[in-house]
C-alpha cells in the first residue's frame, strides 16, 4: 500500500522545485533542524527522534522529480521508497504529487501526518511577502 497526495499549489513549478529539488534544504520539513548531504545521502537531525538518512535515488531538474528512500531510521523500516513529481497547472499553478510506499504500514499515519505539515510550511513559504 502506498500513501498519495496531491496537491495544487498557487506558484510555478519552478519556484516549488527550487524548494524540495534542493536535497539539503529542511525549512520546509517541521522537526528536522539539521541535514548534512554528502551528494547522494542526506542525514536528517530530529530533536527526540534522532536522525534518519535517506539516499537520493533520482534528482531530475527538467522533469521536476525527486526519488528518494530512508536507508537508516529508528526504528528500522523494511520498505521506503518516496517519489516527488512537480507538474506546472498554468502560469502561476502546479501540482505536486508525493507517493510514498513504505512497510512496515504500521508507520504508514505517521508518515501521511510528516507529508501534510510539510504541505503546510510549502503553502507558508509559498505566499507573497508583503511590504511594510
Known amino acids: 500500500m502506498a500513501?498519495?497526495?496531491?496537491?495544487?499549489?498557487?506558484?510555478?513549478?519552478?519556484?516549488?522545485?527550487?524548494?524540495?529539488?534542493?536535497?539539503?534544504?529542511?525549512?520546509?520539513?517541521?522537526g528536522v533542524t539539521e541535514c548534512?548531504?554528502?551528494?547522494e545521502v542526506r542525514r536528517l537531525g530530529m530533536p527526540g527522534a534522532g536522525q534518519i538518512a535517506e539516499r537520493i535515488l533520482?534528482?531530475?531538474?527538467?522533469?521536476?522529480r525527486l526519488e528518494y528512500s530512508c536507508i537508516d531510521s529508528n526504528p528500522p523500516l523494511e520498505h521506503h521508497l518516496a517519489i516527488i513529481?512537480?507538474?506546472?497547472?498554468?502560469?502561476?499553478?502546479?501540482?505536486?504529487?508525493?507517493?510514498t510506499e513504505v512497510i512496515p504500514v504500521e508507520v504508514e499515519p505517521f508518515i501521511k501526518k510528516s507529508m501534510q505539515g510539510c504541505l503546510r510550511k510549502l503553502e507558508e513559504l509559498l505566499q507573497p511577502q508583503s511590504c511594510n
Do not use: Y
Open 85 to 99: 513529481q512537480l507538474n506546472s497547472i498554468d502560469k502561476g499553478r502546479c501540482i505536486m504529487r508525493w507517493e
Open 58 to 64: 533520482l534528482h531530475n531538474n527538467e522533469s521536476m
Open 3 to 30: 500513501i498519495l497526495i496531491e496537491h495544487e499549489f498557487k506558484s510555478t513549478a519552478m519556484e516549488l522545485w527550487d524548494i524540495v529539488g534542493t536535497p539539503d534544504r529542511i525549512d520546509w520539513v517541521p
Open 36 to 39: 548534512v548531504f554528502d551528494g
